[in-house]
């Protein structure tokens, strides 16, 4: 949240909006102080008593009811595009609700000590993985049951816990970060370990509408976290392709809109993705989806000169008439929004989890002809700052 003293602009963890409270100062960055909540004077309406920790990763906003979470986040959004891309977005952004407990399907788990844990805000400090909420109980019971099985082992090797688990929570993978190549005994013990599977993949059954998809990841691929809002975030983007269209996903991972828009909406999909392991991913889905799809395992910089030849050889040649980018936090590349902006699609489909990349972009992709037909959030991050931007632009 942000305050003023005296000119001074202080971002203060621990606060809401519109509240009178007593905080220190920190550190100070350029132009910049940092500072957390030490007492409040006069607290607002929407404070509430936070989780266990508050400064537990997943829980900075945990102490605002969370009507007001995502009241600001919409709020954070129009902000965004008015401060970085100086546009305005249609009228108020509706952020779509989630469920706050066992929303999380991924995480990434630091090992101290033979403890799992999250880290606190700013530091290496762990803290506790239940106590966050984050996670199902079975799945906090799983990790228990798999740190006391290392622990066992008397190794110290783990360094962090690769976590996947798919959305009905009856598949469940890791994959350990160790220091160096583990021993047969800890690979015995992990494989032993009730509720956690071998093989590294899970597999998610989506249904959407009439038609039900089937999408299989690696434990280290990137896939949307939320449980509860991940049918939702899907038929939201793959509603904005038309049928029968041709559309290339950018940054596909393994394959959850490219999939989508090939089987729901009969669509030809051109589906780029540099990472090895999900570009495997992605191509195993493309092909057990049956559909109308093409998979490259590239860096999106290099789509734009890539794509001609590619055409060339389909049946039939191809225009792109629609983009859908789901970039990483850092948004795109310039190469990469150069090569996306050659393509001339009558819409680009922008998915972000990033509101101050995704409003940098935009900017340049208004200049390049384009407007902001819709704009939508979806909060995967709940009790987080994190809030999922889905905007759409038309040439």
């Not at 991924?106 to 993985?129: I, W, Y």
């Not at 959850?256 to 729901?264: D, Q």
Request: proline share 5%.
């Amino acid at each position: 949240m942000i305050a003023r003293v005296g000119g001074q602009v202080v971002l203060v963890g621990g606060a809401i909006p519109g509240e009178r409270i007593q905080a220190r100062i920190d550190r100070v960055g350029k132009g910049v102080a940092f500072a957390e909540t030490v007492s409040i004077d006069e607290p607002s309406a929407d404070r509430r008593a936070p989780f266990a920790d508050p400064l537990c990763g997943g829980c900075t906003y945990s102490h605002i009811t969370y009507q007001r979470q995502l009241e600001i986040k919409g709020q954070v959004i129009a902000d965004a595009f008015a401060r970085i891309g100086r546009l305005v977005l249609p009228p108020a952004i509706a952020v779509k609700a989630s469920p706050e407990q066992g929303y999380r399907m991924r995480a990434r788990l630091h090992v101290r000590g033979g403890r799992f844990g999250f880290f606190r805000e700013g530091t290496h400090d762990l803290c506790d993985v239940r106590g966050t909420q984050q996670l199902l109980p079975d799945t906090c019971d799983a990790l228990d049951r798999l740190a006391q099985a290392i622990r066992s082992t008397g190794t110290d090797i783990v360094q962090g816990v690769e976590l996947a688990e798919n959305v009905a929570a009856d598949q469940r993978v890791v994959h350990l970060d160790t220091s160096r190549p583990p021993d047969v005994r800890l690979l015995e013990v992990v494989r032993s370990t009730q509720g956690l599977t071998p093989p590294p993949f899970v597999t998610d059954a989506l249904t959407i509408g009439e038609a039900t998809l089937t999408l299989r990841r690696h434990a280290l691929s990137f896939f949307q976290g939320n449980r509860f809002l991940l049918r939702d975030l899907v038929a939201h983007v793959v509603e904005r392709v038309p049928v029968g269209s041709t559309v290339a996903d950018l940054y596909a991972g393994v394959g959850l809109f490219a999939v989508s828009a090939a089987v729901l909406r009969g669509a030809w999909v051109v589906a780029v993705e540099g990472d090895r392991v999900a570009a495997e991913d992605l191509h195993a889905n493309a092909q057990a989806a049956g559909g109308q799809l093409t998979t490259a395992r590239q860096p999106v910089e290099h789509f734009a000169a890539w794509f001609p030849r590619v055409m060339s050889k389909l049946s039939r040649p191809l225009t792109i008439e629609t983009v859908i980018v789901d970039p990483p936090r850092t948004g795109m590349s310039r190469e990469a929004l150069d090569g996306l902006l050659s393509l001339h699609a009558a819409r680009i489909i922008y998915v972000s989890c990033d509101v101050a990349t995704l409003a940098r972009d935009a900017r340049r992709i208004v200049n390049a002809g384009y407007t902001i037909a819709r704009a939508d959030a979806f909060d995967l991050f709940p009790n987080t700052p994190h809030v999922e931007t889905v905007v759409m632009f038309e040439k």
